[in-house]
């Protein structure tokens, strides 16, 4: 099955929003075995929007809209769509009365214009919302499928995988074949360099397809089999899977969909381990992913800031003579703040982070990207130091990464120990 990808949106064609829906619907379609013809974005004008479906659909079996389904003047892809193929709009009523009682709930202003959400092109089949007020639709044009969701990139991903899909499998059931995927998540290696660790594995010789994701700073690989029972899907799954271990298995973390925040929270949780953070140069962004997983409170105590020397000195303890004789960028300095925390907040563990993430702040020693992280338990403080190579605000993403890398290998290796 053939689809293309259409996003909606004068904020697009202007570069003030990344346009990230249509890398996440590309994912999601080429996971179930179909093609992506084309993508394409508009902005929010009726004749453009018409000419890029009517480019579309001869190229495809269905075309996946998202955008311009908001309350205000400029959100007119239902509007455009109805025009398009001269079909009438009508309030459906259902639509309507759910976004008021959401706009009771939260005990929001109604204002007309909002009923514009419940306003869809006739013979649609409604597409539910599960996070917002704006409903999506799909139309029936000729046999081919017309699908309109939110752009709102958490909207998109609910309804892209809770309505889209269920639709797509029901109208193109594909031919009595099982599939069997699995994620493949790395971090240490670039997204050429897993390509190249795996160029002599012949994939289409074990009936396997593969799709590399780079998600900074880790990178995906997506494998899929399918084969007329489940079994011979898994077998060859597990064949081709086998090999790109044996390729990058000191890179690899994970097989499966979970962050490494929560695998790091479940491992934590498992132990009945609990953790205080310290951060300078990430600037909380450790503790804000861990914080990110429902239910971090059975493990996480507290994080701390201490960005400048002086908190680090007051707040955990450090030495002034340490930070003047090795620096507050240094492996001694980690090594006490990861101390300090944890004697100051009584967990188990203390984390800490201090590094140059620049544009400035770096020095032949020390370059932009250095990054010390340590960790301390009751009998011993781990360190480990890294120097990358990227901008400020990557540079912080990767550190946290290796910081959350450091807490998942004690946790396994503990596990490891009781065993």
Not at 158 to 185: D, H, W
Request: proline share 4%; net charge neutral.
């Amino acid at each position: 099955m053939k689809i293309g990808i259409l996003t909606i949106g004068n904020e697009l064609i202007s570069g003030r929003t990344a346009d990230t829906n249509s890398s996440f619907i590309a994912r999601k379609i080429n996971q179930q075995g179909w093609r992506v013809e084309a993508i394409m974005s508009v902005g929010d004008d009726f004749e453009a929007i018409e000419n890029r479906l009517n480019y579309l659909l001869p190229l495809t079996d269905a075309i996946i809209c998202t955008g311009g389904l908001g309350p205000t003047a400029d959100d007119i892809t239902s509007a455009a769509i109805a025009q398009a193929f001269e079909l009438p709009l009508y309030t459906d009523e259902n639509v309507l009365n759910y976004i008021k009682e959401i706009f009771t709930k939260y005990n929001l202003r109604w204002i007309e214009n909002n009923a514009k959400q419940a306003m869809f092109p006739q013979g649609a089949e409604i597409i539910a919302n599960p996070v917002g007020t704006a409903a999506g639709f799909v139309l029936n044009i000729k046999g081919k499928l017309i699908f309109v969701i939110p752009g709102v990139p958490a909207e998109t991903i609910r309804m892209m995988t809770e309505g889209v899909l269920p639709v797509l499998r029901r109208c193109f059931p594909q031919n009595e074949q099982y599939s069997a995927k699995q994620t493949i998540k790395t971090f240490g290696l670039s997204e050429a360099a897993v390509d190249d660790s795996l160029k002599d594995i012949d994939f289409n010789a074990l009936d396997v397809s593969i799709g590399f994701y780079p998600v900074f700073p880790e990178n995906h690989l997506v494998i899929i089999s399918r084969r007329k029972t489940l079994v011979e899907a898994q077998r060859k799954l597990k064949l081709a899977q086998d090999e790109i271990t044996k390729r990058l298995e000191k890179y690899i973390f994970h097989y499966g969909e979970e962050t490494l925040e929560e695998i790091v929270a479940t491992l934590l949780i498992e132990r009945k381990m609990t953790l205080a953070v310290a951060e300078s140069c990430t600037g909380g962004l450790i503790s804000n992913r861990l914080t990110d997983v429902a239910g971090s409170s059975a493990f996480f105590e507290r994080g701390i800031v201490t960005y400048s020397n002086a908190a680090k000195i007051k707040l955990l303890g450090v030495p002034v003579d340490v930070i003047e004789k090795y620096g507050a960028v240094s492996e001694e300095t980690a090594r006490l703040m990861a101390e300090g925390v944890r004697k100051l907040s009584g967990t188990d563990l203390g984390l800490s982070s201090t590094g140059i993430a620049g544009p400035t702040g770096g020095s032949p020693d020390k370059p932009v990207g250095t990054i010390y992280l340590a960790l301390s338990d009751s009998t011993q403080t781990l360190c480990r130091h890294y120097a990358f190579r990227w901008d400020r605000k990557r540079n912080k993403h990767v550190f946290s990464e290796a910081a959350l890398m450091m807490l998942k290998d004690y946790c396994e290796t503990q596990i490891s120990k009781t065993k």
